[in-house]
């Protein structure tokens, strides 16, 4: 007798294997890239930003599936999102959108949340005026 064990639910499979937003995108306002070197995950986020609001968002990474599903879902999300907004935003937001990570693989939707706010800052960094418009204050850079 045979039991089929799924880490994945069907949500995170299809973010896997139809993942959105996946690429650079040419002339970004702002990029951040990841990476854990206990699992050997790399995630980069690329971000537009216009009129204060993201326009667009891509997304590279290097890793295992739920690090793939993390970063095409958090794409996903951020969309349309004020900087502010964006700021604020969790790993608990895809885990939630994705129906669920295992335990073992919440960290990958850590580095989501990471990617997306080190392109936040990046485009910050370039920008300095916008920081004096954030509710969200900037961390300091390290």
Known sequence: MSETYTLYNSTV?????HPRNMGDLKDADGVGEVGAAACGDIMKISLKIK????????FKTFGCGSAIASSSMATELIKGRSIDEAMNFTNQEVVDALGG???VKIHCSV?????LKAALEDYIR???????KLQTPVPAAA
């Open 126 to 132: 370039k920008h300095p005026e916008t920081a004096s």
């Open 101 to 103: 990570l295992p335990p």
């Open 13 to 17: 499979m299809d973010h896997f294997m």
């Open 111 to 115: 580095l989501a949340e990471e990617a």
């Open 51 to 58: 009129d204060g609001k993201i326009e667009d968002a891509r």
